[in-house]
């Protein structure tokens, strides 16, 4: 499973803990370079979730990286956000939920899963860049990335931006329930033996704690453009 010879494709890799705000970030920052987006996690998600629906034991190794490896899982790009269909359903709401979270963070801790999804990643890398959503794009998905960064805020700001986004969303849930799972899969992500979420050497480290959603987008885009001065934002 050699990296593609991707290198005339940048590659912005972002990583860090769930909540800290990758995914808007992501979303705005690739836009505003005309670039693809990569949400990785949707991915971890679509496999939970087909083995939420097919009833496939979460401790089930051997189904689960049967069912990544045959994942019928289309990416849709929308005027705001890009739509997740699976088996040519629009699942985009249903993976955001909760339990489907929970679950990909069970699939997401076995190896054979995450070998299966790794071509699947490489393949979003298309001209004329790419932006990574992740927990391992610099460290194992695309280590030669030029930008890495590491995008991070309390744990305490990031369970009140997902409580605030699930509200949002009408999905009725407890801030402190929130919390709680919060720290759990922060926990499973970091110490899973595959892939754990780390902060890569090479990586810039932004904590968004106190920083609003423009000042984080503004910062990404001014290092895009210092690390591929052809990135036009
Ligand atoms: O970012 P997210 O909450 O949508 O991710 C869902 C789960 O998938 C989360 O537990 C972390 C895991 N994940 C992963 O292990 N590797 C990735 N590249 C992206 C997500």
Known sequence: MTEPDGGAVPVIAIDGPGGAGKGTICRRVAARLGWILLDSGALYRLVGLD??????????????????????????PGPDEVHAQLGGVDVTEVIRAEPVGRAASRVAAIPAVRVALIDRQRAFRRLPGLVADGRDMGSVVFTDSALKIYLTASAEERARRRYKQLKDKGIDVSLSALSRD??????????????PLKVCDDARVLDTTAM??????????????????????
Not at 52 to 72: F, I, M
Not at 182 to 195: G, L
Not at 218 to 227: D, I, Q, Y
């Open 51 to 76: 083995a939420l629906r097919k009833g496939v034991d979460l401790g089930d190794e051997q189904g689960l990286a049967a069912l990544a490896r045959s994942l019928d899982a289309v990416f849709v």
């Open 182 to 195: 919060m720290v759990d899969r922060d926990r499973r992500d970091a110490e899973r033996s595959v892939a």
């Open 212 to 233: 609003t959603i423009d000042t984080v987008v503004a910062t990404v885009l001014e290092w895009s453009r210092e690390v591929f001065p052809q990135a036009g934002a």
